[in-house]
């Protein structure tokens, strides 16, 4: 664990913690995200402090699928609301894919549960979902009057 750390940390001990590539790790700080708390011997070594605001990056990319851009208006902080802003677009964005997974899934276990031996040529449901999407609709099995199921 970062937090349990007592010192500080190699670049390749970071990455090893993190599952990160070192090159991962410089370009970070290339980017302006992180910088070591020290250098020695031309090699870079991460305290505490370091270590949360690398995880928080990870985090913030892995599961709020943020852009670093993001991240930075995040770390940067600030008063003037634009880091909540960008908060805000992230949450709308994971909205809008919670939702089309959802949709596939609907798609996918009528897919499963279709009776026909050959859905993608023979499945009612499938062409008219295909008919409606073409007309720029969104459509899910309950949504046509005539789904097999």
Do not use: K
């Amino acid at each position: 664990m970062p937090s349990q750390q007592t010192g500080p940390v190699s670049i390749t001990e970071v990455a090893q913690l993190f599952g990160l590539t070192v090159s991962t790790l410089r370009y970070w700080e290339e980017r302006g995200l992180v910088s070591a708390s020290e250098r020695r011997g031309g090699r870079r070594w991460y305290g505490g402090a370091e270590l949360h605001r690398i995880g928080l990056i990870q985090m913030w990319q892995d599961t709020g699928r943020m852009s670093l851009d993001e991240i930075s208006l995040l770390l940067d902080g600030g008063s003037d609301g634009v880091w909540r802003a960008a908060v805000l677009d992230r949450l709308q964005a994971i909205d809008q894919q919670i939702e089309l997974l959802q949709a596939g899934r609907v798609h996918l276990e009528h897919l499963l549960n279709c009776p026909r031996d050959q859905p993608a040529s023979e499945c009612e449901y499938l062409r008219e979902a295909v008919v409606q999407r073409m007309a720029g609709h969104q459509t899910t099995p309950e949504q046509l009057p005539h789904a097999e199921t």
